[in-house]
């Protein structure tokens, strides 16, 4: 996986840059601003959509990396 | 950001729910589910916008360094084929504290747990948090539960004293937490001024990705999905 791939990946998942036109690199940074605010749960997330007409932007990723947590 | 918030922007946790797991494989048919997906949807639900990746970059090109301006403005072009009735006002919690707890320490977030075991109770305080949790001071800086038994809180460092708010540091690791304050259900109504002072005062960890995988297995701490990994060193891949 690139350099890029991860930086941006990293940061959508993290809801930090990637949304707000900036860059960030593949490292987690101090959360000290707004971020995306995510739904938790696929229900609650489409029935919000409906509700409002919005699309939807659905990711996935693992809150674990080779068995660790608290790290995506 | 601004263009997140023309979104309703989902993330599921992969491997942590059976059901979870078993509508992301639609999206993969005879694929081993991968450890991180990426798709666009209609409001419907249903209809795909893109096809599913791994990640956003495939929607932009990957060989480009302008990549996260290029997402945001390709989001602005989708979302404005949709006219938004309204904003999002649903509480935008998290499947369980378990999860909801880990999540806050991957993304280096406050967890705001509403603890409440009767239904009606539950849902008036989940309403009028869910108004919080989309107020301009406060949308993307806190994490969501909400649970019904304080036995499920058994990671936190004390036993609430009753039904009430918490404001929730997690761990480094997600597995743990701190319970910086209490708030009392019938106390909500001082809920904003305590978020604020919380928010203002609080120093995010400062986490980087080798050094936070290295300590934790140093330290021998093991994530146990729910749900067998089909992806990435666990799974041999």
């Keep these: 996986m690139s350099v890029p791939r991860i930086a941006l990946l990293t940061s959508l998942l993290c809801g930090a840059a990637a949304l707000a036109g900036g860059s960030s690199g593949p490292s987690t940074e101090p959360a000290t601003g707004p971020q995306i605010q995510w739904f938790g749960t696929w229900d609650a997330a489409r029935a919000e959509a409906a509700r409002t007409n919005r699309p939807i932007l659905l990711t996935s990723a693992a809150p674990a990396c080779q068995g660790v947590s608290g790290i995506w | ?237």
């Design chain 2, 1 to 237: 950001m601004a263009a997140s918030r023309k979104w309703i922007c989902v993330r599921l946790a992969t491997f942590e729910d059976a059901d979870e797991a078993a509508f992301l494989q639609t999206f993969f048919g005879r694929r081993d589910l991968p450890n991180t997906a990426f798709v666009l949807l209609a409001p419907d639900g249903r209809t795909r916008l893109t096809r599913t990746q791994r990640g956003p970059l495939g929607l932009v090109g990957e060989a480009t360094d302008d990549g996260p301006a290029e997402l945001a403005r390709y989001l602005d072009r989708v979302a404005a084929d949709y006219q938004a009735k309204t904003a999002p006002a649903a509480l935008p919690q998290t499947l369980d504290f378990r999860r909801a707890l880990n999540v806050a320490a991957c993304d280096s977030q406050p967890l705001l747990v509403l603890l409440a075991p009767g239904e009606a109770g539950r849902s008036a305080a989940s309403a009028r948090i869910a108004k919080l949790a989309w107020d301009a001071r406060y949308v993307g800086r806190l994490q969501y539960a909400v649970v019904a038994d304080a036995a499920d809180l058994e990671a936190l460092d004390r036993r609430p004293a009753g039904s009430g708010v918490l404001l929730v540091e997690p761990g480094r690791f997600g597995l743990t937490g701190q319970v910086v304050d209490e708030i009392p259900l019938k106390d909500l109504a001082r809920l904003p001024a305590r978020i604020d002072t919380f928010l203002k005062e609080r120093t995010p960890p400062d986490k980087e990705h080798r050094r936070h995988v290295r300590d934790g297995r140093r330290n021998g701490i093991k994530w146990q999905t729910v749900v067998p990994q089909t992806d990435g060193p666990a799974a041999g891949k």
